[in-house]
C-alpha cells in the first residue's frame, strides 16, 4: 500500500500501490528528463479559470503577455489558433478545425429547458439549434455536438446523446443513461460516475461511441471519494487513445495513471495538480499541457509531466492551458 493508503484494482487485476511498494501487473514510469523539453520554443495561450484574463507564456522563458484581445471577445476560455480569436467556451467545445464552438445557455425565464447555440467563428453568426429539454455541450467533434442531460438544481447530469447540427436530430445513447459523463475522446465517452452518483464514484467506465457498450476501465477500491463535490477519479486528458488519469487525494496529492486498455494501466510520477481537478488539459503535436497546483505549465511527453515553465501569478483563481503551442 502506498502512502495514500489506497489499493487501486482493476477488472480482474489486483494492484498493490506503487509509492514505495511492490507491484503486480504495473510498472511505474521513470521521471521525464530535462532533454524532453529541452527543444521547446513556443507560446501556450493560457487563461484566467473566469475567462478574464488571458495571453501567451513563452515556453521555455516563462515569460507572459497578456493579450488586450481575449476582453473583447466576452471573455477567453480557449484561443482558436486558426482564426487568431480567443472563444469564450471550454476547448472542448470548440470544433477541431476551429471554424465553429457550441455553447449552453438558459432559455430564460424557462430553467428547465437550455438552448444549444452553435456560432460561426468566422462570421460570429450565433444560432439556436436545439432548445427542447435540458441538455447541455459535453464536446463539439466532426460527428456531431455530444450533450448530456443536466438535473435541474445540481451540478450532476445524467445520459448521453448526440446532436446533429445541421438536422436537429438526437440519436441516445441507451446504455449510458444512468451515468455522468464528463469527456469525449480516444473513440469514447468517459464517466467518473457511471453509477449515476452526483459526487462521484470509485470507477471510470468508457462508453464505446461506435457501439454504444460501456466498460469499466479503472477502479479505486476504497476509500469512498473524499467528500461531497470530489470525484476520486477524474480524466486529465489523452496521449493518443490512451487516457491519463487522476487519482485524488486531497489538494497536494494525486496519482497520476496511463490507461493502456481496460483493466490495464502504467503508474506514473506523482503530480500535485491543486484544488481544480482536474485541471483543464489540451493536447497538440508536443505532448499534453496543464497547469499544475504550483502555477507551473507542464507538458506530458516521453512518459511523465514535466513540467516546463514557470506560470504568472494570478491574484485569485488560476490559469488553464488554453490551446495549443506554437
Not at 502555477?295 to 483563481?317: C, I, R, T
Request: proline share 7%; with cysteine.
Amino acid at each position: 500500500m502506498n502512502k495514500t493508503g489506497l489499493i487501486v484494482s482493476f477488472v480482474a487485476i489486483a494492484l498493490a500501490g506503487c509509492g514505495g511498494g511492490s507491484t503486480a501487473g504495473a510498472t511505474l514510469s521513470p521521471p521525464a528528463t530535462a532533454t524532453a523539453t529541452a527543444a521547446l520554443n513556443c507560446r501556450l495561450p493560457i487563461s484566467t479559470d473566469s475567462g478574464h484574463q488571458a495571453g501567451f507564456l513563452s515556453i521555455p522563458s516563462g515569460t507572459y503577455a497578456v493579450d488586450p484581445s481575449a476582453a473583447s471577445s466576452s471573455g477567453g476560455l480557449s484561443y482558436d489558433r486558426p482564426y487568431h480569436r480567443w472563444l469564450p467556451v471550454s476547448w472542448a467545445q470548440v470544433l477541431p478545425d476551429g471554424s465553429a464552438y457550441a455553447y449552453t445557455r438558459e432559455a430564460s425565464p424557462t430553467q428547465s429547458r437550455n438552448e444549444i447555440h452553435l456560432v460561426d467563428v468566422a462570421t460570429g453568426t450565433d444560432r439556436v439549434i436545439y432548445n427542447q429539454g435540458s441538455y447541455h455541450v459535453l464536446a463539439y467533434q466532426p460527428d456531431g455536438i455530444y450533450l448530456d442531460n443536466h438535473l435541474n438544481g445540481t451540478d450532476a447530469a445524467n445520459g448521453l446523446w448526440l446532436l446533429n447540427p445541421t438536422s436537429g436530430s438526437l440519436k441516445a445513447y441507451p446504455s449510458g443513461r444512468q451515468a455522468t459523463w464528463g469527456w469525449i475522446g480516444a473513440g469514447g465517452a468517459w464517466s467518473y460516475s457511471p453509477d449515476g452518483n452526483r459526487f462521484g464514484s470509485n470507477s471510470l467506465a468508457r462508453l464505446d461511441l461506435s457501439t454504444g457498450a460501456v466498460e469499466t476501465w479503472f477502479q479505486v477500491a476504497s476509500p469512498p471519494p473524499p467528500e461531497p463535490g470530489s470525484k476520486t477519479i477524474r480524466l486529465l486528458g489523452f496521449e493518443g487513445s490512451h487516457p491519463l488519469v487522476q487519482v485524488y487525494v486531497d489538494d497536494h496529492t494525486s496519482e497520476i495513471w496511463r490507461l493502456i486498455a481496460a483493466g490495464q494501466a502504467t503508474r506514473l510520477p506523482d503530480l500535485a495538480l491543486g484544488p481544480l481537478s482536474p485541471p483543464s488539459s489540451v493536447a497538440d503535436s508536443h505532448g499534453t499541457w496543464l497547469i499544475a497546483g504550483d502555477g507551473g505549465a507542464y507538458l506530458y511527453a516521453n512518459g511523465a509531466f514535466a513540467k516546463v515553465a514557470s506560470g504568472p501569478a494570478v491574484a485569485s483563481g488560476w490559469y488553464i492551458a488554453s490551446g495549443t503551442c506554437a
